[in-house]
Each structure stands twice: as structure tokens, then as C-alpha cells.
């Protein structure tokens, strides 16, 4: 809730710092042997959409902290992953060393990737599979189609009014993004519920049809 003392406080910070300062990107470099990382650090901290830099070596691991103004998940917090994921080091004097990119926005952005390219795999099957399974049960590729058809609306329905619900703030929160993983939970759910409810309803009324032989 907005009246609470650490939303009041999160609100401040983000409001006159940016979104990212509570999402900041953390660059690792691993090596083997002591280099300076000065110059890189001081590329990054002139970046257009950065705000600070903060940075510490610990054994053979670098890792520095980058805070930008982007909102997490948004366009621009994903150009600058894959900005970051592109950085060569031997162009600031550092060699043989690996490097990684972590914290949030890089953990959503791989969690998209990953989704955007299994998700229509998995939906493709599922709808295969309920085709197939509806069709051997009922006799009929119409109701089967029918079934997928009356699911695809249910769970586009459903979502269209989480998104409302959280994106104009009716409820506790107002969020600007619905999580990945929410839709995926939604997903199963409502598909779950409406291949349950379809085979409940058609399996009764071809009961009636075969005991009375009768449609009225």
C-alpha cells in the first residue's frame, strides 16, 4: 500500500533517482591475475543512463554494482543487458578473464529469452494434445476445436483483466508489469479449469443424448 512508510520511501528514491536504483545490474569479472579495471568502470559511468557505479575486488573476482535510470523489464533495461553482455575487456586492457552479468534486470531478461522460446512450443502441444484427446473421447473434431477455441478466449479474457486490475491500480498494488511467471501459473490454471469444465458439460449431454436419444 501506498500509505506505507517503506512505499512512501521507495517511491522518494525511485521517483527522483529512477526506476533502476533498486534493480542495479552487477558486472563480475573472473581472473586469474591482477589487472586494472579503472577503465572500464569509467566507461560504463559515462553512460547516458547510468547513475553510479560502485565496485569491489575480492580475490580474483571483480564485481561492480551499475545503477541506471531504466525501469526493470522495460525496453531499454534489456538493451542495456545485451549492451553489457557485448563488452569486450581487451579493449580496456583486461585479458584473460571471463565475464558475467547478473542481479535482476539480466535474471528477467534470460527468464523472457527462455519463456518467448519455449512458451508456443508448449501451447502448440497442448492444444495438439487436447485436439486429440477430445476428439477420441467425444468422436468429433468440431467440439475438439471448439474446446480449444473456448480456451484460447478464456485465457486471453483472463488475462486481459489481470493486466487491468494491476496496471490501473484496482487492488492494493499498481504494478507496471504483470511477472512472467504469473502468466504461466494463470495459463495452467485457466486451461486446467476450462478442459475440465468442457469435458464435465460434453460428457453429460452425450449421457442424456445416448440414454434418451433424444437433443431436446
Same mark, same amino acid.
Request: proline content about 2%; cysteine-free; charged content about 20%.
Given at each position: 500500500?501506498?500509505?506505507?512508510?517503506?512505499?512512501?520511501?521507495?517511491?522518494?528514491?525511485?521517483?527522483?533517482?529512477?526506476?533502476?536504483?533498486?534493480?542495479?545490474?552487477?558486472?563480475?569479472?573472473?581472473?586469474?591475475?591482477?589487472?586494472?579495471?579503472?577503465?572500464?568502470?569509467?566507461?560504463?559511468?559515462?553512460?547516458?543512463?547510468?547513475?553510479?557505479?560502485?565496485?569491489?575486488?575480492?580475490?580474483?573476482?571483480?564485481?561492480?554494482?551499475?545503477?541506471?535510470?531504466?525501469?526493470?523489464?522495460?525496453?531499454?533495461?534489456?538493451?542495456?543487458?545485451?549492451?553489457?553482455?557485448?563488452?569486450?575487456?581487451?579493449?580496456?586492457?583486461?585479458?584473460?578473464?571471463?565475464?558475467?552479468?547478473?542481479?535482476?534486470?539480466?535474471?528477467?531478461?534470460?527468464?523472457?529469452?527462455?519463456?518467448?522460446?519455449?512458451?508456443?512450443?508448449? =501451447? /502448440?502441444? !497442448?492444444? +495438439?494434445?487436447?485436439?486429440?484427446? &477430445?476428439?477420441?473421447?467425444? %468422436?468429433?473434431? *468440431?467440439? =475438439? /476445436?471448439? !474446446?480449444? +477455441?473456448?480456451?484460447?478466449?478464456? &485465457?486471453?479474457?483472463?488475462? %486481459?483483466?489481470? *493486466?487491468?486490475?494491476?496496471?490501473?491500480?484496482?487492488?492494493?498494488?499498481?504494478?507496471?508489469?504483470?511477472?512472467?511467471?504469473?502468466?504461466?501459473?494463470?495459463?495452467?490454471?485457466?486451461?486446467?479449469?476450462?478442459?475440465?469444465?468442457?469435458?464435465?458439460?460434453?460428457?453429460?449431454?452425450?449421457?442424456?443424448?445416448?440414454?434418451?436419444?433424444?437433443?431436446?
Amino acid at each position: 500500500p501506498t500509505s506505507m512508510e517503506s512505499q512512501k520511501a521507495l517511491f522518494t528514491l525511485s521517483s527522483r533517482l529512477g526506476d533502476g536504483v533498486i534493480t542495479p545490474h552487477i558486472l563480475i569479472i573472473e581472473s586469474a591475475r591482477k589487472q586494472s579495471y579503472g577503465a572500464l568502470e569509467d566507461a560504463i559511468a559515462r553512460l547516458d543512463e547510468v547513475i553510479a557505479t560502485n565496485s569491489v575486488q575480492q580475490g580474483r573476482f571483480f564485481k561492480m554494482y551499475v545503477v541506471t535510470k531504466n525501469r526493470l523489464g522495460s525496453q531499454e533495461d534489456q538493451r542495456f543487458v545485451e549492451r553489457m553482455r557485448r563488452v569486450h575487456l581487451e579493449k580496456f586492457g583486461i585479458s584473460e578473464a571471463q565475464i558475467y552479468l547478473a542481479g535482476a534486470p539480466a535474471q528477467g531478461y534470460d527468464l523472457l529469452k527462455a519463456i518467448g522460446s519455449k512458451v508456443p512450443w508448449v =501451447a /502448440l502441444f !497442448a492444444a +495438439l494434445l487436447l485436439v486429440f484427446t &477430445l476428439t477420441r473421447l467425444f %468422436g468429433s473434431l *468440431v467440439l =475438439a /476445436l471448439k !474446446a480449444v +477455441l473456448m480456451d484460447a478466449i478464456s &485465457l486471453l479474457a483472463v488475462l %486481459g483483466v489481470v *493486466v487491468f486490475f494491476t496496471r490501473y491500480g484496482i487492488g492494493t498494488y499498481r504494478l507496471d508489469q504483470v511477472e512472467a511467471w504469473s502468466i504461466l501459473l494463470t495459463f495452467t490454471i485457466v486451461i486446467g479449469l476450462s478442459i475440465d469444465y468442457e469435458i464435465f458439460i460434453v460428457s453429460r449431454i452425450k449421457e442424456a443424448h445416448e440414454q434418451y436419444r433424444d437433443w431436446e
